[in-house]
């Protein structure tokens, strides 16, 4: 089992349309969570992190975390084209040296114009 | 805007043959990371530096690569000899501390061939 599993799509949604991405963690230490934006031949981009329980909203992205079921999920309101690209999930939990970031293999979102 | 740097942005080389990348993370950031990113995969971390300080390296093929962070700075990542197999995204990110967002370069490409 991944320590961070993603659906690799790809997700295809309409212009307009809500995207949502999800992805689940395999240790309830885990402490923080991010998501980050990863445009083709780039570097990952930090579009969220969320440290509770509940919804954190930041303009068109909300981000939600439940740890009793070891989940968190991205929604992207009112998709753009310019939000193709893939989205990865990033847990911050406890490693041999303390603190680690730990990546999912992302999920791939196309939004048709 | 403060950004991590990274160089050269990319490198081909032979086989067995030594390469070294160079990062300088966000001032003041005491956290860095090395990543390897293969295409299609989410960013594996290779080392995590606390300061000038190793705190994980426990997937650093330490037969071929090395990492340091004398002054607690900029870093170099080395790879020797090289092998085919290395061909990836090298990405170096800061954190203000282990449990923070962190924050990625440009990435070196490197292609061996």
């Known amino acids: 089992q991944k320590e961070v599993e993603q659906n690799s799509g790809p997700l295809s949604v309409p212009e307009g349309a809500i995207a949502s991405l999800n992805c689940t963690y395999s240790d309830r230490g885990s402490q923080s969570f991010f998501w980050y934006r990863q445009y083709s031949g780039k570097s990952p981009e930090l579009i969220m992190s969320?440290?509770?329980?509940g919804d954190k909203e930041d303009g068109r992205f909300t981000a939600q975390l439940n740890k009793a079921s070891q989940y968190v999920s991205l929604l992207i309101r009112d998709s753009q084209p310019s939000d193709s690209a893939t989205y990865l999930c990033?847990?911050?939990?406890?490693?041999?040296?303390?603190?680690?970031?730990?990546f999912g293999a992302g999920t791939r979102l196309f939004v048709k114009a | 805007e403060a950004e991590v740097a990274q160089s050269p942005r990319y490198k081909i080389t032979e086989k067995s043959q030594a390469v070294a990348f160079w990062c300088d993370p966000i001032s003041g950031h005491a956290t860095l990371y090395w990543y390897r990113q293969i295409l299609g995969q989410g960013p594996e971390l290779l080392v995590q530096f606390q300061d000038e300080s190793v705190v994980d390296d426990s997937q650093l093929p330490k037969d071929r690569f090395s990492a340091e962070r004398l002054k607690g700075v900029d870093s170099t990542l080395k790879i020797q000899p090289a092998e085919l197999g290395d061909s990836a995204m090298y990405l170096c990110?800061?954190?203000?501390?282990?449990?923070?967002?962190?924050?990625f370069g440009q990435g070196t490409r490197l292609t061996v061939v």
């Open positions: 990033a847990v911050n939990r406890l490693g041999t040296g303390g603190f680690k970031t730990i």
């Open positions: 990110a800061s954190s203000p501390s282990r449990a923070r967002d962190a924050f």
């Open positions: 969320i440290y509770s329980n």
